[in-house]
């Protein structure tokens, strides 16, 4: 399947219109060239009302631990942005509710497969670390592993502001992994 085919398809994408607050609107982001894959959760519902990719605070603090500026983040030579649900799936008591699993089921592996030059897959948040990795470890445990999983992964825990305590009790995320994923994504954009 031709990957810009496929990319329509998931814009166009209604399977889970009955259970969207506010209808769908599948926000992707890929092309053939993509370098580096962000594996997220669900769009908020900033970047539903935009179309456009982590265009909220949880972006700016992840461009922020990227050290990239937003010309690069969205250009989808660099970067592929892949979440588990595709579509913003509404409110819940603390936070969005968790994405719906039809997006992965249905089109993640047509569209991955496609993406045959991504040299770094960053995992962002829980549901995507399930998918992609190991599904009984938490979030912590895989955060933790990063020196094991680099140069090709690496699991982050999500950059939205409503992790501030994890960040707190996690000080070593900072000082020693940032940096690291930072001078990663620094080779792989400059090359």
């Known amino acids: ?3 810009m085919k496929i ?3 998931i814009r166009m994408c209604t399977i889970c219109k009955h259970s969207l607050p506010l209808g769908p609107r599948p926000v992707v982001q890929a092309s053939k060239q993509s370098k580096i894959l962000i594996a997220g959760q ?5 970047v539903h009302n935009t179309g456009l990719p ?3 605070a949880s972006g700016k603090r992840l461009r922020s631990w990227l050290n990239i500026n937003e010309a690069q983040f969205y250009n989808p030579d660099y970067f592929a942005i892949v979440p588990m649900g595709f579509c913003y799936p509404g409110k819940g008591k603390t936070g969005d509710l968790p994405p719906p699993p039809e997006c992965a089921k249905i089109w993640h592996q047509k569209l991955l497969a496609q993406l045959n030059n991504i040299e770094l897959t960053i995992i962002i948040g829980q549901h995507a670390q399930r998918y992609h990795l190991e599904p009984n470890k938490s979030l ?3 955060v933790k592993e990063w020196q094991t999983l680099l140069p090709e992964r690496i699991v982050l825990p999500h950059p939205s502001p409503r992790n501030q305590a994890w960040l707190k009790h ?6 020693d992994v940032i940096p690291k994923l930072q001078k990663r994504v620094y080779a792989l954009i400059s090359s």
């Not at 669900?42 to 900033?46: I, K, T």
């Not at 996690?170 to 000082?175: D, L, S, V």
């Open 1 to 3: 399947m031709n990957q």
């Open 7 to 9: 990319l329509d398809q």
């Open 42 to 46: 669900a769009p908020s519902l900033s």
């Open 54 to 56: 982590f265009n909220d």
């Open 140 to 142: 912590t445990e895989q």
């Open 170 to 175: 996690h000080p070593w995320f900072q000082t």
